[in-house]
């Protein structure tokens, strides 16, 4: 992809955002920033720019700049669907994403792990099992650090690139072709962006497009809706399911091990017992891990090495501590109601749940059955707080407590559980509503729990 002297506008000033301006820059191209935000509002991102040559529109966007451009390339944050593009598509001006321009400028074979939940998790994993195996590896994407900064040299050679896929990010690709990709769900979730449900999930699915028989497709052999994907859309690339069944290839999930089948053969084992990965999805996030990281190199030694030693990440079914026999769990990274689902999964004595938050559509309801049996106490809070009563009045056996503020959350909890419980903060929404991010949402969460102590 030539761009220089090319006319590409650049949509949102985010981390994204600034990583593609200096790329774009290096390659000779003329940028334009447009952005809906202010310039105060802006003031670190527009100080990251200084001495590059971009002019900013900000404060609005300009459709002139639409119309003349010879690219656009959004920021994952923008929705490919809002009005603004309108004269790029009807003048047939390429709008692509940051994933889709970066990827056309590295040479490493790409690893794209995407999933309702569980990217971050497997990402990571895939990454470390690989570099525990001697490999030189770039671990980025919707993780963290822009895959198009690891395009713009600023990190060195990688044998191999492990990159966190969001939809919003699949949405706008074009050819982009992981080497190997991987689907670990597909449930309810950002049903205030899509048009419907079928909509997010044929998102998801994009990561498989252009995939051929030489590339490979790991996916979740239990999920329905991945299941449904497989008889519509199908797959060119090889297939390695992961499931808790049995298997003639991929990754079949034991209680205590994950077992690698190869044409109805054993050929390797990987034990759990030293997992601290607690829960039925992070076994499923490390047998995803396992048939990604097998397929680019990673040794037996290496995968099991991190099996054993990863202690998990913040904000993800997260101990915070222990105050007089009651445990407490941060989760605040649940933002979907499957997300929680999958959190109350993990506890086998009676749990004071914490939701609440600004609701992405999600439907609270199908949270009944599991809150009966798991939930002692619901403690709500945030824009969501009437709909999460409306949806499960009369489950928790306990009842259901109604606070304002995560201080208020954490001491009625604290005050309805026992010895031997647990209080688990499980959003099943987003963050905004009340905090920056769900990271704040859960250091808020950790320092009232260490208010207790």
Not at 22 to 40: C, I, K
Not at 376 to 401: C, F, M, N, S, Y
Request: with cysteine; charged share 20%.
């Amino acid at each position: 992809m030539d761009l220089n002297n090319k006319r590409v506008v650049v949509v949102g000033l985010g981390r994204s955002g600034v990583a593609t301006v200096r790329f774009l820059v290096r390659q000779g191209a003329r940028v334009t920033v447009s952005d809906r935000a202010a310039a105060s509002a802006l003031k670190p991102a527009i100080d990251a720019l200084a001495g590059l040559d971009v002019r900013l529109k900000l404060g609005g966007h300009d459709t002139g700049d639409f119309e003349h451009a010879d690219l656009v390339v959004l920021s994952p944050g923008v929705p490919h669907t809002q009005p603004i593009l309108e004269p790029a598509w009807a003048a047939g001006i390429p709008v692509i994403g940051e994933m889709e321009l970066a990827a056309a400028h590295v040479q490493a074979p790409i690893i794209a792990v995407t999933g309702t939940n569980g990217k971050t998790t497997t990402t990571e994993l895939v990454g470390r099992m690989l570099k525990n195996s001697g490999k030189r590896v770039f671990v980025g994407g919707n993780i963290g650090t822009p895959l198009i900064a690891y395009a713009d040299g600023a990190y060195g050679t990688a044998d191999v690139i492990v990159a966190e896929t969001s939809s919003f990010q699949l949405d706008t690709t074009v050819d982009f072709r992981p080497a190997t990709a991987v689907v670990l769900n597909i449930t309810d979730d950002h049903l205030d962006r899509y048009a419907g449900f079928s909509a997010y999930a044929a998102s998801k699915w994009r990561i498989f497009a252009n995939q051929d028989p030489g590339d490979l497709a790991v996916f979740n052999a239990m999920d329905a809706t991945v299941a449904g994907m497989l008889d519509r859309v199908g797959l060119r690339a090889r297939r390695q399911p992961f499931s808790d069944q049995p298997l003639n290839q991929g990754a079949q999930i034991t209680g205590d091990a994950i077992v690698i089948m190869e044409n109805g053969r054993r050929t390797a084992i990987f034990s759990l017992a030293k997992s601290a990965l607690i829960g039925p999805h992070n076994r499923e996030n490390i047998a995803a891990a396992c048939l990604a990281a097998r397929a680019h190199g990673a040794s037996r030694e290496g995968i099991q090495q991190t099996i054993d030693t990863f202690g998990g990440l913040a904000h993800r079914v997260e101990p915070v501590g222990t105050v007089r026999g009651v445990r407490f769990v941060n989760d605040s990274k649940a933002t979907n109601v499957d997300a929680v689902k999958r959190a109350l999964e993990c506890f086998d004595v009676p749990v004071v749940l914490i939701m609440g938050g600004q609701n992405k559509k999600g439907d609270f309801s199908r949270l009944k059955a599991l809150v009966r049996r798991r939930v002692k106490t619901l403690v709500v809070l945030g824009q969501a707080r009437d709909e999460i009563v409306t949806a499960l009045a009369g489950d928790p056996r306990a009842g259901i407590i109604e606070v304002a503020t995560m201080d208020e959350a954490v001491t009625q909890a604290f005050a309805a559980a026992e010895d031997g419980e647990a209080v688990l903060l499980s959003p099943a929404c987003a963050s905004f509503d009340m905090f920056d991010s769900y990271a704040h949402r859960g250091d808020c969460f950790r320092k009232a729990v260490e208010r207790l102590l």
